[in-house]
């Protein structure tokens, strides 16, 4: 009978285990073997995060730069269940102390627990989580407010204060290796208190606290491996409106201590200043990751910074985020090829230029990373460039060792040149394009990537795992109210057992098409209906109008460059135009004022005396120089409004008349080249 109860109970604790957390408090009402069951998975649980409700920090935590999670230095679930499974969803942005406390007695095994958007912390609650939890080697607070020092001098019923963290020190001081205090407000005293009493810590992640010079990091455990600082803005508006919070990089005081040596891993983001040239004394530095806008940064000062990273030959993996940075491609093109020619172990790289227009990767640069980066395994880059052609994707194929591509938004490749990628190389296992080009033929293009896989496979006895994703997002079709057409498969191994290629096409219907040909698909009849759609995908691919049409809608920046330099001069043309209009109005109102005193006033005028006509007549000899002299300043702007307004008139009715006849002329060589496809 007991034998009979135990298989049962692993049977629920094997269901169990596949559900959230939320999801087996639901089972746990159903009987007693399944609450005994929850309780025996929980208390074996060495993984837990608690995420409160907070709108605003949803809402904010979008923007923020994505942090690389493949690389794992220390691995905290031990191969347990995965972080959703874990994860607590509180509807507040607080916990009540009594709910506090029943959460943590259920498990108490834990090695990581995390709290995101939990605020009112106090020394209480850190008692009870050292009393409940003694075996912690992981905590993560985020945005958690009570935890910083912007009310810590407030009651320490309702605030973390200086003796919790000494109980957190004296706690686990010698046990914790990875704390994560990300947007708690931590302040300078704080920092030094952490450093100080956490002398085993491998992970340390401080970004975007109050943190001017970071002195306390000079004393950095030896033990440190990773290391994340600095601040986050969500656009250069927010820098202009927070000047105050904006602080250097303290990299002086990270390189002053004997932490730099064993430092494997950095992330900032903020101000790059002439501190960021000593980052050569970090010798061991293995993964670096760097954000900065425009307005932190300045391009005189970019080849002394950004070069410097040359200087670091261990360097395997590079993550450059930066937003307008340089006015031309060209000072960050040498910045890179002098990294790239100092970093030979360098096996994955991300370029991500958002909201840029700069883009230093072209055909030779692709060529060059070859021969200065052979180990290269992983490349992501956002955005291309016109120059960037298929010529790149060949030279792609040709890397020994590249598994993954990711591209976004190179508007001068094809689907021709993806089909010769996926070809000539032999290592791509994953591939990810965006608003790069638009699929004519979904159905067909997915076939001649399968057609080429199993020809592979043939020649390799190896299986190859392949994983190839195609989208476009950033053309006008998306503010039309079709949703994106998705085609998918997945073709499993051999046995079935596990998936060996995984193809997806999502992109927006060709409406411009789709709504000429429905005009002859509906009048049509049934029989006829499969071969008018044929002839339709055939128009699709041999209409040369439409393949132009749609390259030029898949460029947003040209149209946004444009609208840019038109609505300047629109603007610059209205000032005039409204200037001369109200040189006119002036005009008018002094030729009336001036034309009604002289017959109204003609009996008052001849009964003054003499005396006053001599000063009058004096008085306007003056005024008529001043008035001369204002009068030619007068009629040349008058002129050069008069000027700007004729031009603004002729290059909007030309640009009218521009757009209405190419239109024209576009539809019927469309609707003439249709009916010749269809008779």
């Not at 990875?178 to 970004?207: M, N, P, S, W, Y």
């Not at 200043?273 to 993964?287: A, C, G, S, T, Y």
């Not at 991300?350 to 055909?363: A, I, R, T």
Request: net charge neutral.
């Amino acid at each position: 009978m007991a034998t009979i109860f135990n298989n049962n109970v692993d049977c629920i604790i094997e269901i169990l285990s596949k559900l959230s957390l939320n999801d087996r408090e639901q089972c746990r009402r159903i009987s007693h073997s399944w609450y005994w069951s929850a309780n025996r998975l929980a208390s074996i649980q060495q993984e837990l995060y608690i995420i409160g409700h907070d709108r605003h920090h949803r809402c904010r935590k979008h923007s923020h730069i994505p942090q690389r999670r493949e690389k794992i230095i220390i691995d905290d679930n031990n191969g347990g269940s995965t972080t959703e499974l874990n994860t607590i969803y509180w509807p507040y942005p607080f916990i009540r102390y009594q709910c506090y406390c029943l959460i943590l007695k259920r498990f108490p095994n834990l090695r990581t627990i995390g709290f995101e958007s939990i605020n009112h912390w106090n020394d209480h609650m850190i008692e009870e989580l050292i009393i409940n939890c003694p075996h912690l080697h992981s905590i993560s607070f985020i945005q958690c407010y009570g935890v910083g020092q912007s009310r810590m001098h407030e009651s320490n019923h309702i605030n973390l204060t200086y003796n919790g963290w000494q109980r957190l020190i004296h706690s686990y001081g010698q046990q914790i290796h990875t704390l994560i205090l990300k947007d708690c407000q931590i302040d300078e005293r704080q920092l030094a208190i952490i450093v100080d009493g956490f002398r085993q810590l491998v992970r340390l992640d401080i970004t975007d606290n109050r943190l001017e010079q970071a002195t306390a990091l000079r004393n950095l455990s030896p033990t440190i491996r990773s290391l994340s600082l600095g601040n986050h803005f969500g656009s250069e508006m927010a820098i202009h409106d927070y000047h105050n919070d904006i602080h250097y990089i303290p990299l002086s005081s990270i390189v002053s201590g004997s932490g730099c040596y064993s430092i494997t891993e950095l992330f900032v983001q903020g101000y790059l200043d002439n501190q960021f040239p000593r980052i050569v004394q970090m010798k061991q530095l293995q993964h670096l990751t760097i954000h900065f806008w425009r307005t932190l940064f300045d391009e005189h000062d970019s080849i002394q910074c950004l070069s410097s990273i040359r200087h670091l030959s261990q360097l395997q993996s590079l993550e450059i985020y930066h937003h307008n940075t340089h006015d031309t491609s060209l000072a960050m093109n040498k910045e890179l090829l002098e990294i790239l020619r100092g970093c030979p172990n360098l096996e994955r790289l991300v370029f991500d230029s958002k909201n840029g227009f700069e883009c230093p990767f072209d055909d030779r640069m692709f060529e060059r990373m070859k021969l200065y980066c052979p180990k290269m395994t992983s490349l992501t880059i956002n955005p291309g460039d016109f120059s960037t052609t298929n010529c790149s994707l060949q030279t792609l194929a040709t890397f020994p060792h590249l598994k993954r591509l990711k591209l976004i938004d190179f508007p001068a490749i094809n689907s021709e040149g993806i089909l010769s990628l996926l070809k000539q190389s032999r290592t791509i296992t994953d591939l990810i394009i965006q608003d790069c080009c638009y699929i004519d033929r979904p159905e067909q293009f997915i076939q001649s990537i399968i057609d080429d896989v199993h020809r592979i496979q043939d020649n390799n006895p190896l299986r190859r795992h392949l994983n190839v994703r195609i989208s476009s997002t950033q053309t006008i079709y998306r503010f039309l109210s079709s949703k994106p057409e998705i085609h998918s498969i997945k073709l499993g191994g051999q046995n079935g057992d596990s998936c060996l290629t995984m193809i997806t096409i999502s992109q927006p219907p060709q409406s411009s098409s789709s709504s000429v040909y429905s005009l002859f698909t509906n009048s049509s009849s049934s029989s006829s209906s499969s071969s008018s759609s044929s002839m339709a995908a055939k128009f699709n691919q041999s209409s040369r109008y439409l393949k132009y049409f749609g390259h030029l809608l898949s460029i947003p920046d040209i149209v946004s460059n444009g609208m840019k330099i038109l609505s300047t001069l629109t603007i610059i043309s209205l000032v005039f135009i409204m200037y001369f209009l109200q040189s006119i109005f002036t005009n008018y109102m002094d030729r009336s004022f001036s034309t009604i005193p002289s017959s109204s006033s003609s009996s008052s005028s001849s009964q003054q005396s003499s005396p006053q006509q001599s000063s009058s007549s004096s008085s306007s000899s003056s005024t008529s120089l001043l008035q001369s002299s204002d009068s030619i300043m007068n009629k040349i702007i008058y002129i050069s409004s008069f000027l700007a307004s004729i031009s603004f008139l002729y290059l909007l009715i030309r640009c009218i008349c521009l757009v209405t006849f190419e239109s024209h002329s576009f539809l019927l060589h469309l609707t003439q080249e249709l009916f010749e496809q269809i008779l």
